[in-house]
């Protein structure tokens, strides 16, 4: 089964995917060239949340994030030039420099500064929700969130508000420890620090509509999607999905443990010597990988065309960091501008 | 000259904001006549009960879904209630609104009044009597509104809604009765104190119920034939030191009343005035009447002893001058 409705839906989705782990990949090669100011964070292993889920929205919908913000900006068609050099804080990203890599953003597309607070942005994202409705437009907010969100009291205060109001909202919880941390002799928890086994259940006992999915699976995270936003626009209310993926080896510090991503690997085993150890990630976690592997196996794409649309990707990558590293700091005194809106 | 107290005026601004403006909503159902007034805001919910959502005790939550809700396209007032309950939406309030303007370059706005009533509201013991207002001062980004009188609320709310700025509007439980002139109405410049009583002999500055106290003392030192200028600050956010500065220039003596706890408050950034642009224009020492730094005392006698009072205010003023 084709993970989207058409070929080109499901090439689009992998062109993403592959856009999104070139993009991390120069993030992490600029930062350890000492370009990227403060501390950052990878979406290397996600790739398939962000994209099946920007693929079953609309352009009026918002879209909320939270300080691992690349792959969603990307997923939703933020410019990588513009992107990127924000997040290196040059005069030519999407706020100036201002923001960087904690507040992406990409307010032609809906989709205000990340919030760097954990837990932030879910109220907020009830408020754009709100708005829709009580505009009676056909539109929703979607907002992502890691499982620690769930260790904030923010958090429930804004699942009880969607509850009570049914609004239009979707909250896509991003577990990327699912199978990590479990303490010794206490199975099933999901997530290393909540008393909670299953965070659905939470979201059911509040009424809200609820799904784990496999962040491998496109196809289920697309269709997850979809559903959530008939809901919600339907009037009948939030749903709270949470999308589960093995955390990426390299993550904590960010650095390239796997090397950069090359497509032949979803079908040629050839995984150099001095990445055996984590063979786990490149024949099972790799989200990109995966899906590659499923185009594969249904036919919709040859090796040839993969390789193509990871050239593609790695191209439009290179010319960001190009623009990037090119483009000129801000001027000093525009740290004074735009404090206020007007 | 036509009276209504400040709390009916305030309640008909709001309204005539509603009327003219269909964006605008009330989250946290309306709560601007506190305890004791609530009776007052039912004409609000008769006629705009859809605009108006009654939430659950979540201010983080609400003040948060407030700003989303400024984001996509409504004017949001969100009444926290009691002043201390901010504390409990203070992320919201003071780490994401004033920096969303910012963090995106300008482009994405955050027309926003949060509403609370704050302040010694008498026998509020130490929990309820919060004045979060210094400290919301320290929030860049965030414009903070403080009007004292009935003539001066549908101004002061129609420049903060028009200048979209994420606005926190110092409203006080002790102002709902005050019986003031009814007129005004006209929008009024954001940042520009006000003169309310012309004087000579010294500079008096309040704001919210300080303004209120400082003209009740200006009234009994005219008694005394003591001649007091008394300033209204109208907005925290921004600090207008122009007009405090000409009027201690003519008078060299500051008093200023302020509920605030001593420690970096609105009294000491008016006071530092005159340690910088002002200096010079000081013939005595600036006087800054606050709330000691002592937790809100529930028992009258305890709470009435640390109150800014007005003959505190009296004999201040009196030892400047003699």
Known sequence: MIPLPSREDCLEALRKMLLIRHFEEACIEAAHRGQVPGHYHVYIGQEATGVGVMSALDAGDFVHSTHRNHGHLLARGADPKKALAEILGKATGYAGGKAGTLHGCAPDLNFPPSSGIVGGVLPISTGTAYALKHRRLPNISVVFFGEGAMEEGAAYEALNLAALWKLPVLFVCENNTAEVERTPGQSGYHAPNLSIIELTDLAKTMNLAAAVIDGLDLGAVWNAAKAARARAVSGEGATFIEVRTETWPGGQWPTLVTGRTHIRHAWNRDIPERYAHLSAWFERNDPVLSVARTLLATGLASERDLEALDAMAQKEIDQAVKFANESPFPEAQSALTHVWPR | ?322
């Open chain 2, 1 to 322: 000259m036509a009276e209504i107290t400040f709390g009916e005026a305030k309640i008909k601004a709001v309204a005539d904001l509603m009327r003219e403006d269909e964006r605008v909503v009330i989250i946290g159902g309306a709560g601007f006549g506190g305890l004791l007034h609530a009776k007052y805001v039912a004409p609000l919910h008769d006629e705009f009960e859809p605009r108006i959502l009654r939430t659950p005790i979540a201010e983080l939550g609400f003040c948060g879904m407030g700003i989303g809700a400024a984001m996509a396209g409504l004017y949001p007032i969100v009444t926290i209630g009691t002043g201390s309950f901010a504390f409990e939406a203070w992320p919201q309030i003071v780490n994401e609104a004033p920096n969303i303007t910012y963090m995106s370059g300008g482009q994405v706005k955050v027309p926003i009044m949060f509403h609370a009533l704050v302040g010694i509201r008498i026998s509020g013991a130490a929990q309820h009597s919060a004045r979060p207002q210094a400290m919301l001062m320290q929030a860049a980004g965030l414009q903070v509104i403080a009007p004292a009188l009935a003539s001066d609320v549908k101004g002061l709310l129609a420049a903060a809604k028009d200048s979209e700025r994420p606005t926190f509007w110092i409203d006080h439980p002790l102002l709902f009765e005050e019986k003031q002139p009814a007129n005004g109405g006209k929008p009024l410049p954001l940042g520009k104190a006000a003169v309310v009583r012309k004087g000579s002999d010294a500079t008096l500055v309040g704001y919210s119920i300080d303004l209120v106290r400082c003209l009740a003392a200006a009234a009994q030192l005219e008694t005394e034939g003591i001649d007091a200028e008394v300033i209204d600050l109208r907005t925290l956010t921004p600090l207008d030191e122009e007009t405090i500065c000409e009027s201690v220039g003519k008078t060299g003596r500051l008093v200023v009343a302020d509920e605030c706890y001593p420690a970096a408050s609105v009294a000491s950034e008016v006071a530092s005035i005159f340690t910088d642009r002002g200096f010079g224009l000081l013939k005595r020492p600036a006087r800054r009447l606050n709330f000691p730094a002592v937790p809100v005392p529930l028992s009258p006698p305890l709470e009435q002893h640390l109150l800014p009072r007005v003959d505190k205010i009296v004999a201040t003023v009196r030892e400047l001058v003699g």
